[in-house]
């Protein structure tokens, strides 16, 4: 009788305890154009109203470099991630991995250069230092199209990578570069001092902004859960993430081949036990 109790505790145990997949966190990896407690801050309204939707925790982290969290979003090593759109694209078409949903509303790509050097035309630009984030963004594939169509070759700009969207500015105010790649969301930031030196030599155009998607090995209830917190999801009460269309994904495939091109021979997603 005894032993009879005891197995049929352990039955009630192990029918009351919720799965390893059910209860560990929902791992959301932030692409780093910021730094980390910038970016932890700004998203914890997105990772609480994850939390209050799902039910489930949620945790935000991110990578020391693009390279890195490149190379963990195609292992698959997140269950979200928040990434460039053609980052995204990417993802979606050689990973498998999902959309769920972008953030609103596209956002304005510049080439800045300091007031005191007076470089009005592109061509100017030749021979110079650019600084950018990275060359593989969105915003400096856009930069590099936009200066090839007006003559200015890869070859003819010297590019200074400087690991975040603020130290591209830095780099233009201190001399560094003549010029940086930047966005009107990246100039919103800028300290008022810098921003007065600032000139706008071009505006390159608009890009999507950050895309959210999801791990192909996600159970499809679980990605139907994020896309509804997505579209519920407000700040200061403004819807602020939107559907992507299949119009907006084929739209950044041009950008997207010549990415491949820079990342040879990644690895597929792994095949994960996250969710078994």
Same mark, same amino acid.
């Given at each position: 009788?005894?032993?009879?109790?005891?197995?049929?505790?352990?039955?009630?145990?192990?029918?009351?305890?919720?799965?390893?997949?059910a209860?560990?966190?929902?791992?959301?990896?932030?692409?780093?154009?910021?730094?980390?407690?910038?970016?932890?801050?700004?998203?914890?309204s997105?990772?609480?109203?994850?939390?209050?939707?799902?039910? &489930?925790?949620?945790?935000?982290?991110t990578?020391?470099?693009?390279? /890195?969290?490149?190379?963990?979003?195609?292992?698959?090593?997140?269950?979200?991630?928040?990434?460039?759109?053609?980052?995204?694209?990417?993802?979606?078409? /050689?990973?498998? !991995?999902?959309p769920?949903?972008?953030?609103?509303?596209?956002?304005?790509?510049?080439?800045?250069?300091?007031?005191? /050097?007076?470089?009005?035309?592109?061509?100017?630009?030749?021979?110079?230092?650019?600084? =950018?984030?990275?060359?593989?963004?969105?915003?400096?594939?856009?930069?590099?199209? !936009?200066?090839?169509?007006?003559?200015?070759?890869?070859?003819?700009?010297? !590019?200074?990578?400087?690991?975040?969207?603020?130290?591209?500015?830095?780099?233009?105010?201190?001399?560094?570069?003549?010029?940086?790649?930047?966005?009107?969301?990246?100039?919103?930031? =800028?300290?008022?001092?810098?921003?007065?030196?600032?000139?706008?030599?071009?505006?390159?155009?608009?890009?999507?902004?950050?895309? &959210?998607?999801?791990?192909?090995?996600?159970?499809?209830?679980?990605?139907?859960?994020?896309?509804?917190?997505?579209?519920?999801?407000?700040?200061?009460?403004?819807?602020?993430?939107?559907?992507? =269309?299949?119009?907006?994904?084929?739209?950044?495939?041009?950008?997207?081949a010549?990415?491949?091109?820079?990342?040879?021979?990644?690895?597929? =997603?792994?095949?994960?036990?996250?969710?078994?």
């Open positions: 009788m005894r032993l009879m109790l005891c197995f049929l505790l352990a039955l009630l145990t192990m029918a009351g305890a919720p799965s390893v997949a209860t560990r966190p929902i791992r959301i990896g932030l692409f780093p154009f910021h730094s980390p407690q910038h970016l932890v801050t700004y998203y914890d997105l990772r609480r109203h994850y939390e209050k939707a799902l039910q &489930l925790p949620v945790q935000l982290e990578a020391p470099s693009v390279e /890195d969290y490149t190379s963990r979003a195609i292992r698959g090593d997140y269950d979200v991630v928040l990434i460039p759109a053609h980052l995204g694209r990417l993802l979606q078409v /050689d990973y498998q !991995w999902q769920l949903a972008r953030y609103m509303p596209d956002n304005t790509v510049y080439l800045i250069t300091r007031k005191q /050097d007076a470089i009005k035309e592109p061509s100017g630009l030749k021979g110079k230092v650019i600084a =950018t984030h990275d060359r593989n963004l969105l915003m400096s594939l856009a930069a590099q199209r !936009w200066l090839r169509e007006r003559g200015v070759m890869e070859g003819d700009i010297d !590019w200074l990578e400087t690991g975040g969207l603020a130290s591209s500015v830095y780099a233009v105010v201190t001399g560094q570069a003549v010029a940086a790649v930047t966005t009107l969301s990246s100039l919103s930031l =800028t300290r008022q001092t810098e921003f007065d030196q600032l000139n706008v030599l071009a505006e390159v155009g608009n890009i999507p902004q950050l895309y &959210l998607m999801a791990n192909p090995r996600m159970p499809n209830h679980r990605k139907a859960g994020l896309r509804a917190a997505c579209d519920s999801y407000r700040r200061d009460g403004n819807p602020v993430l939107a559907r992507i =269309t299949e119009k907006e994904l084929k739209s950044l495939d041009a950008y997207t010549e990415l491949r091109m820079r990342l040879p021979g990644q690895p597929r =997603t792994k095949d994960a036990h996250l969710y078994k």
